[in-house]
């Protein structure tokens, strides 16, 4: 089976930085998706890594290590509009463009 | 605003009313997908088609009947639903599904069968 964990709650302060961490333990890898989710809205695309190393853009980065199964979100320069629930999400291979989801990190951002 | 609509935004229906759920996309893609987001759980993928084919029915059980009769257009067909169908259903499109493409969203709709 496909296995992704995430934590299922953070809470950061406005201004600062916070790491979302993913792990993953699934049959194939064709590369690791994160989306943003505001609650009553559909998921947005924040990035996508298929190499190893950080993927930097604006104010969040994203890094994948495939050797260890894990990647993580960094979100800088913390908002109260970044407030959301972060889905990190594995492609697999065999075509289809099938992604397989974690349950999510709700992120709270407080003042 | 993903360029993906889903109408309608909430539904609620009993056990035995049949309904349907839309799904557009004004993007241009090949692609389109179903998924299921309940509470606690992962978002599930339930059906793939591609160029109007379905690729992929992700072991749905037959209460859910998917129609793609073009590539802009997605339906999701519902009858005789059990409660624990309540859910968030979300639409998404992308070029097509070769390799790991981005995929859109829609907003969903948020299902609660009583």
């Known amino acids: 089976g496909q296995n992704i964990d995430q934590p299922t709650e953070m809470t950061a302060t406005e201004g600062a930085i916070v790491q979302i961490n993913c792990t993953y333990q699934t049959s194939g890898f064709n590369g690791l998706f994160w989306y943003q989710q505001h609650a009553g809205e559909a998921p947005t695309f924040l990035s996508y890594?298929?190499?190893?190393g950080l993927e930097e853009k604006g104010r969040f980065s994203s890094f994948l290590s495939r050797s260890k199964g894990y990647s993580y979100l960094l979100l800088k320069e913390l908002q109260m509009k970044d407030s959301a629930s972060y889905l990190c999400?594995?492609?697999?291979?065999?075509?289809?463009?099938?992604?397989?989801f974690g349950t999510g990190t709700q992120l709270k951002v407080e003042l | 605003e993903t360029g993906v609509t889903q109408t309608p935004r909430h539904l609620v229906m009993g056990m035995t009313n049949k309904k349907s759920l839309k799904c557009e996309q004004h993007?241009?893609?090949?692609?389109m997908y179903w998924y299921k987001q309940s509470a606690k759980k992962p978002l599930e993928l339930m059906f793939v088609?591609?160029?109007?084919?379905?690729?992929e029915n992700n072991s749905v059980p037959s209460r859910f009947s998917p129609e793609c009769p073009n590539s802009s257009h997605l339906f999701l067909h519902l009858h005789t639903l059990q409660p624990e169908d309540s859910a968030l259903y979300l639409c998404a499109s992308s070029q097509d599904f070769s390799g790991a493409l981005e995929q859109y969203f829609g907003p969903g709709t948020r299902l609660t069968v009583t």
């Open positions: 993007l241009g893609h090949n692609a």
């Open positions: 088609y591609n160029f109007k084919e379905q690729t």
């Open positions: 890594n298929v190499l190893d």
């Open positions: 999400a594995v492609s697999l291979p065999g075509g289809g463009n099938k992604l397989t």
